[in-house]
């Protein structure tokens, strides 16, 4: 039985002022042997050039560990905008189950405001 994984938001405030990082955190439900390639998709509000990070829509658990996180640091354009978004979604895998959604996301997805 493959293992299941999901994503939350654990620091869903990111922020320009002071940049601020947000962090999305994904989970595996059992300790793999081996490293567990998870792929998601980015969508959102925010473009690209918003923060730091280039996000490749894959990222590794590592074999022996239960989470891994992605950190979003935004840009300080000195800008004045309204809130923006990055939503992370879980991709489909023969390697994984996708988990229920949490409570602050749906369809597998996280936001950070």
Not at 6 to 10: D, G, L, V, Y
Not at 15 to 31: L, T
């Given at each position: 039985m493959p293992p299941r994984i999901?994503?939350?938001?654990?620091d869903s405030?990111?922020?320009?002022?002071?940049?601020?990082?947000?962090?999305?955190?994904?989970?595996?439900?059992?300790?793999q042997g081996t490293d567990l390639e998870v792929n998601y998709t980015v969508d959102g509000t925010a473009s690209a050039s918003d923060?730091?990070?280039?996000?490749?829509?894959?990222?590794?658990i590592r074999a022996?560990?239960?989470?891994?996180?992605?950190?979003?640091?935004p840009f300080d354009d000195e800008i004045e905008e309204g809130g923006e978004t990055v939503t992370l979604t879980l991709s489909s895998s023969n390697d994984y189950d996708l988990g229920a959604p949490t409570s602050r996301s749906e369809e597998h997805t996280s936001e950070l405001q």
């Open positions: 999901s994503i939350t938001a654990p405030a990111a922020a320009e002022v002071n940049e601020d990082p947000g962090v999305f955190r994904i989970d595996v439900d059992q300790v923060y730091h990070e280039m996000l490749s829509g894959t990222t590794v022996g560990e239960l989470f891994t996180t992605i950190g979003i640091t």
